[in-house]
């Protein structure tokens, strides 16, 4: 049966696009308008033109904060898409311990970013902090204020203990709408733990770890609070990723031009970005169904 | 409006995109148009292709003003070329 083509729903979505024109849209343009010009407070622009956008082009200090923002989103989902799906796969599947793993997993998710920069930033102290403390008491050299490594490592592992859940959780509401049927199938086949997985549990989860991964990558891609909190930045810009550098530019010097020009550059990685994840996402959807 | 910093050059900017997309709506109401397959293996509509064009274009301006950096109007030409490829085979 052809369905009819009718358009005229669209029109339900009008509140929504007047509050995202309001909180977003108009913002947008805004930053725009300051990416051109150049402004010594008082709310008076000058004409600039491109210069902001060749400036920042040519400044290694954007591509460094934009290497080592790629490098840390990519260690992140390197990490934890594999051990959400670990996690995910040996959780029980029913009963008290299954509801009992389930809200024990969302009480990360739960915590404010900067209370986990918090946390973690005074875990991690070698004077006060239990972590700090174990390696120093252990020989272990870690010092995340000083040494670039240790402190690439703690925003790492913060990320991670913050974040691992969702990705579990998604990846178990994949598993769980598996149909007993495949498994039985598997078994009569007397496919392997590994042949299982490959062919019945991945391919099942793989919309749902789609969904996880682009998520897992926009909140990485535009992560502040938590690195803030920890490093600042620091030591020196080895943790300074790209929303750090921009609120720096922005609001610690009041460059808002240069500062407007990137973060266009960033909005535009993030959408090219998203529109491949979501690309990838609906033809997947697509072959499924 | 003063808050805004509105200056010419970025309204006219704003001015073509929404033009654009009005366009590209009114065409998607009266001639609706089924989705086809390309050269990028995925499904697009007339608006997915304007997406991509657009999306495309800024980057190939950011490049020409990263690698080039003179004659930025000529970057526009290429943008053209780009959005007749997008539309002809994406």
Redesign the interface.
């Known amino acids: 049966m052809n369905k009819t083509v009718n358009q005229k729903a669209w029109f339900l979505v009008l509140p929504v696009l007047l509050l995202v024109a309001f909180s977003a849209v108009i913002p947008l343009m805004t930053v725009v308008n300051y990416s051109v010009q150049d402004t010594f407070g008082n709310n008076q622009f000058f004409w600039a033109g491109l210069e902001w956008f060749e400036e920042m082009l040519n400044d290694d200090r954007m591509w460094g904060a934009l290497g080592r923002q790629l490098m840390f989103s990519g260690i992140i989902l390197l990490i934890q898409v594999p051990l959400g799906v670990f996690v995910a796969l040996n959780m029980p599947k029913k009963g008290f311990w299954a509801s009992f793993c389930l809200v024990f997993m969302s009480l990360p998710l739960l915590i404010p970013w900067n209370v986990v920069g918090t946390i973690w930033q005074v875990f991690g102290r070698v004077d006060i902090g239990l972590l700090g403390h174990t390696l120093a008491a252990l020989g272990i050299e870690y010092n995340y204020t000083s040494d670039p490594f240790a402190a690439w490592v703690t925003i790492i592992v913060m990320d991670v203990w913050h974040w691992t859940s969702l990705v579990a959780l998604l990846a178990y509401a994949g598993l769980q709408s598996i149909p007993d049927a495949y498994y039985q199938a598997a078994k009569i086949d007397q496919a392997s733990r590994w042949k299982v997985f490959r062919f019945i549990e991945l391919p099942k989860m793989m919309g749902v770890l789609m969904i996880a991964i682009l998520l897992r990558f926009m909140d990485s891609f535009m992560i502040y609070t938590e690195p803030f909190v920890v490093t600042g930045g620091g030591p020196g810009s080895t943790t300074t990723l790209l929303s750090i550098d921009l609120v720096k530019m922005a609001l610690g010097q009041f460059d808002l031009g240069p500062a407007a020009a990137f973060s266009l550059m960033y909005f535009l990685v993030i959408l090219l970005i998203s529109w491949v994840f979501y690309t990838v996402m609906i033809n997947l959807d697509k072959r499924e169904g | 409006m ?6 010419w ?2 309204a006219l ?2 001015i073509v995109i929404a033009s654009l997309l009005i366009t590209f709506t009114v065409l ?2 009266k001639f ?1 148009e089924t989705p086809r397959t390309g050269i990028l ?3 697009t509509t007339r608006g997915d292709r304007l ?1 991509i064009t657009l ?1 495309g274009s ?2 190939i301006n ?1 490049a020409w ?2 690698i080039v ?1 003179t004659a ?1 109007p000529f970057a526009l030409v290429v943008c053209l070329i780009y959005a007749a490829a997008v539309f002809r085979w994406v």
Do not use: S, V
């Open positions: 003063d808050w805004m910093a509105w200056t050059p970025t900017f704003f998607a109401i609706p293996r995925i499904e997406f999306l800024a980057f950011l003003l990263g950096g930025q």
